[in-house]
């Protein structure tokens, strides 16, 4: 049980458009999400939070106009990132839990390069 | 806001030597979870520490929490070289309920 879905694994684009990245909760109903960014040999680093049916927390530092977090359902969470650039080529990780008090599970995470 | 420092930041081993990776907090914890990451994959949840003083083990690995809840520690005994990978703290606590603070997480070579 508690296994988490991420679509697409990998993605290439081109710089300006937009990519959206799908968190999925496959067998449990996901209150919170979190969404990470993780650069090469880095630590993960927190973007947002996001509770269903609520707007999303975001991190200091983080564009929430470029970061776009929708978590319509309790088992899917989206991230769109808008006007990509090569600077936000990065592994994106999302978890899911069921409460505030519950482990976190991690999705396998998208690759994103923006060329 | 809450930081968690994480050392060393890397660590070779020859298979069969003990492995251990530090965690530091800046503020006391609710609680602290560990995952291994491989490498081009994605974290993988190992243990969650909540009371003071916690230890538990998982077969060869060891964790300890902190009597103050500010630090812990993960121990391999013997290490294999599946153990190969990168190991991240992740502090709970504060007013953000559930949100995690990862420490830098430390690289496990291990030689053959």
């Known amino acids: 049980g508690a296994v988490v879905s991420q679509h697409p694994s990998r993605v290439i684009c081109k710089s300006g458009t937009s990519v959206k990245i799908e968190c999925r909760s496959l067998?449990?109903?996901?209150?919170?999400m979190f969404w990470y960014r993780q650069f090469p040999k880095q630590s993960l680093m927190l973007m947002a939070t996001?509770?269903?049916?609520?707007?999303?927390?975001?991190e200091q530092g983080v564009e929430k106009d470029k970061f776009l977090i929708n978590h319509a359902s309790l088992t899917l969470s989206t991230l769109t990132v808008t006007s990509a650039h090569p600077e936000d080529s990065s592994f994106y990780i999302c978890?899911?839990?069921?409460?505030?008090?519950?482990?976190?599970?991690f999705g396998p995470g998208t690759r994103l390069t923006v060329l | 806001g809450q930081q968690v420092m994480q050392i060393p930041q890397y660590q070779h081993v020859q298979e069969g030597e003990d492995f251990t990776t530090y965690c530091n907090s800046s503020?006391?914890?609710?609680?602290i979870q560990w995952y291994k990451q491989r490498p081009g994959g994605h974290p993988v949840f190992l243990i969650q520490?909540?009371?003071?003083?916690e230890v538990k083990k998982q077969k060869r690995l060891t964790f300890q929490f902190g009597e103050a809840k500010k630090n812990s520690s993960l121990h391999i005994t013997a290490t294999q070289t599946t153990d190969v990978g990168t190991y991240f703290c992740?502090?709970?606590?504060?007013?953000?309920?559930?949100?995690?603070?990862f420490g830098q997480g430390t690289i496990l070579t291990v030689h053959p």
């Open positions: 978890s899911a839990c069921r409460s505030s008090t519950d482990t976190q599970y």
């Open positions: 067998d449990f109903q996901a209150t919170t």
């Open positions: 996001s509770n269903e049916g609520s707007k999303a927390t975001y």
């Open positions: 503020t006391t914890l609710s609680n």
């Open positions: 520490l909540v009371k003071s003083g």
């Open positions: 992740a502090g709970a606590g504060g007013t953000s309920y559930g949100k995690l603070t």
